[in-house]
């Protein structure tokens, strides 16, 4: 499985724009690039993918590196609501019937200040 | 809430019982998963079903049973469990892939809290 290097932690400040680095350096050219975040006492949450371009969608934005090596997830406006372990992980395309084999990372945990 | 429904959200239970953790989804969705998650650890893949067949088995010890008796149901078995099986139980569900370009989120339940004493 390619691995993610993802920092610790990160800390921002509520209503300003945070971004959350990964690198990837062993990604083939079929892997898709995922990303989850775990709220405290809650399942994981799906926030966006990408492959190759930029990608937006309401909770979030994924920008990708044109060498695909790292890729960096934005939050444009956070709130105390999006403080949680953010996870970036390679999607396995080598698919087993159809099911999807997702390997977590240790992750970013986000803390957002009032 | 979450459309992926894991009871019970807690349990204890000792070394030499047998318990099953349930899971139900009503999505549609023909794949199913079960993850175990230590304290400030990630979520770690155990077993992978789809179209109710087991497909990926993260080399499991047998102490931990996986059953899926319908589209929408899955088990988790446990027996003679070691107080190191202490952990948050997740269950995610997601759609059939029927090709690379295809995406289809997993859908997490919030997960059956395990104590073994």
């Known amino acids: 499985d390619a691995k993610t290097t993802q920092p610790n932690s990160m800390e921002s400040n509520e209503e300003e724009p945070v971004h959350l680095p990964c690198n990837h350096s062993?990604?083939?050219?079929?892997?898709?690039i995922h990303w989850y975040r775990q709220l405290p006492s809650q399942g994981p949450e799906y926030v966006i993918h990408?492959?190759?371009s930029n990608v937006n969608n309401r909770m979030a934005s994924l920008a990708i590196a044109e060498d695909r090596k790292s890729s960096t997830l934005i939050l444009h406006r956070a709130t105390l609501r999006d403080a949680a372990v953010y996870y970036c992980?390679?999607?396995?395309?080598?698919?087993?019937?159809?099911?999807?084999?997702?390997?977590f990372g240790q992750g970013t945990r986000l803390t957002i200040n009032p | 809430d979450t459309e992926v429904t894991q009871t019970p959200k807690h349990l204890v239970m000792g070394m030499t019982n047998k318990k099953s953790l349930k899971c139900e989804q009503h999505?549609?969705?023909?794949?199913m998963y079960w993850y175990k998650q230590k304290a400030k650890k990630p979520p770690e893949l155990m077993f992978v079903?789809?179209?109710?067949?087991?497909?990926i088995n993260e080399s499991v010890p047998s102490r931990f049973s996986p059953e899926c008796p319908n589209s929408s149901l899955l088990n988790l078995h446990l027996h003679a469990l070691q107080p190191e099986d202490s952990a948050l139980y997740l269950c995610?569900?997601?759609?059939?892939?029927?090709?690379?370009?295809?995406?289809?989120?997993?859908?997490f339940g919030n997960g059956t809290r395990l104590t073994v004493t």
């Open positions: 999505m549609g969705h023909r794949a």
């Open positions: 992980i390679l999607r396995d395309v080598s698919i087993k019937g159809g099911a999807q084999k997702l390997v």
């Open positions: 062993t990604i083939s050219g079929t892997d898709y």
């Open positions: 079903y789809s179209y109710e067949k087991l497909s």
């Open positions: 990408g492959l190759t």
């Open positions: 995610a569900s997601s759609h059939i892939l029927r090709a690379r370009a295809y995406n289809s989120p997993l859908h």
